[in-house]
């Protein structure tokens, strides 16, 4: 099993940023492909960020690329979800999930899910 602990969620005002973070433990955090996703009131969850093994292959939501930077750092068993100029449209629980394929984007294909952090942002 591989336990994900998600954290910095919180409000922010529009045009304001977070960084998220998600913690791994219990298994190999490099031999997994990380991903973020997120779910608002209502609506499906939706694909986010990915990140391969090693952090040399990023992937994004076109509509998220340049404002959403995912990274990781494998000594310290963590992901990171930099979100800068959030929107209200924003606003949603955001999820970091493993998989054992890279780049993938549906989250059927994720094995390991965090609880969630939620993200609010203000108009």
């Known amino acids: 099993q591989l336990q994900l602990v998600e954290s910095g969620g919180g409000l922010v005002q529009d045009g304001g940023s977070l960084r998220l973070s998600c913690a791994a433990s219990g298994r190999t955090f490099s031999r997994y492909a990380m991903g973020w996703f997120r779910q608002a009131p209502g609506k499906e969850r939706e694909f986010v960020a990915a990140?391969?093994?090693?952090?040399?292959?990023?992937y994004y939501v076109d509509s998220m690329k340049g404002r959403f930077t995912i990274s990781r750092d494998n000594n310290k068993n963590t992901v990171y979800l930099q979100m800068n100029n959030l929107k209200p449209e924003d606003t949603a629980v955001y999820y970091c999930?493993?998989?054992?394929?890279?780049?993938?984007?549906?989250?059927?294909?994720?094995?390991?899910w965090g609880q969630g952090t939620q993200v609010t942002v203000s108009a």
């Open positions: 999930a493993a998989s054992t394929l890279v780049g993938v984007r549906r989250s059927g294909q994720y094995d390991y």
């Open positions: 990140i391969s093994w090693s952090g040399a292959g990023t």
